[in-house]
């Protein structure tokens, strides 16, 4: 699969596409049941100090990953073979590879504060696979602020803050952020895919149901970015790797030697051997 004329257009202009999900609807199901297979009492999941899960425990203590993440189920969506294909249509390169994923689950009562995630450009895939709207907390976006610095746009947030009369430091526990003008709510269900720049300014409602709101995000980026987290040969077990294919092994950059990025040099000596990803039954 491929975006057509208008969705890449779209794309390219907005900053974001939804497109329906190039992957068959039991793959979306799988990963609802291997959350249900791992997930803790959320009073239990004392660990998540990053505050990224709400019933998923992170492997080791303040880590961001869960048994999860990087998974049999989540991998068969996020390597899916049309996914990866819209990855090169936009970067404009075949041998682009998978940086990583992860499941966002956002608790009730928390909320993303507006933010930009990257000051590179890359396409980033986001699936609500449990849905999202408006009391669940889904994605805040403004469209085309991909193109600019988000400089005004952080100032104009402070201020509407303040005029707001909200405390200082804002929190994920707070009240939903303030809204900007010209600001889209992106509402969308298992069904639908989105694709967004890494650059779009975003934020998320506040989550007033009593559970979770599932989401799983990922990207990729092109050959010549030393932008590498980790080595997946030391992450995924025998067992998981021979599931892929191997185009699928390829975007993993599998058996290959490139320069792994030093800011993420703390978080692999801490978690090296200690956080492995596999199958989920």
């Known amino acids: 699969m491929l975006l057509d004329t208008q969705q890449l257009?779209?794309?390219r202009e907005l900053g974001y596409?939804?497109?329906?999900?190039?992957?068959?609807?039991?793959l979306t199901e799988d990963c609802l049941h291997a959350v249900e297979q791992v997930s803790v009492d959320p009073e239990d999941n004392t660990g998540d100090t990053r505050k990224n899960h709400f019933r998923l425990a992170p492997q080791i203590e303040g880590s961001y990953w869960s048994a999860l993440d990087h998974s049999l189920p989540f991998l068969k969506i996020e390597l899916?073979?049309?996914v990866v294909e819209i990855a090169r249509q936009i970067i404009g390169a075949d041998d682009i590879y998978y940086r990583n994923g992860g499941i966002n689950e956002l608790a009730p009562g928390r909320?993303?504060?507006w933010h930009r995630d990257?000051?590179?450009a890359t396409p980033e895939f986001m699936h609500y696979f449990s849905g999202a709207d408006r009391a669940s907390g889904c994605l805040r976006v403004i469209p085309c602020s991909q193109d600019e610095g988000p400089e005004a746009l952080v100032a104009e947030v402070e201020k509407r803050r303040r005029a707001r009369g909200d405390e200082e430091p804002a929190t994920m526990e707070g009240p939903a952020d303030v809204e900007l003008?010209?600001?889209v709510s992106l509402e969308l269900g298992p069904n639908d895919l989105l694709v967004r720049s890494s650059q779009i300014f975003h934020a998320t409602w506040k989550n007033d149901a009593s559970t979770g709101r599932l989401m799983h995000h990922w990207l990729f980026r092109?050959?010549?970015?030393?932008?590498?987290?980790?080595?997946?040969d030391d992450y995924l077990t025998d067992e998981l790797l021979a599931e892929l294919t191997d185009d699928q092994r390829r975007v993993l950059?599998?058996?290959?030697?490139?320069?792994?990025d030093p800011i993420w040099a703390q978080e692999r000596e801490r978690e090296l051997g200690r956080v492995r990803w596999s199958t989920v039954i």
């Open 222 to 232: 092109e050959p010549e970015s030393p932008n590498h987290r980790f080595r997946f």
């Open 118 to 120: 990257s000051g590179f």
């Open 17 to 26: 596409v939804v497109v329906p999900c190039p992957f068959p609807a039991q």
């Open 9 to 11: 257009a779209e794309y």
């Open 181 to 183: 003008d010209g600001e």
């Open 80 to 82: 899916h073979a049309e």
């Open 253 to 260: 950059w599998l058996g290959r030697e490139f320069e792994l």
């Open 111 to 113: 909320g993303f504060l």
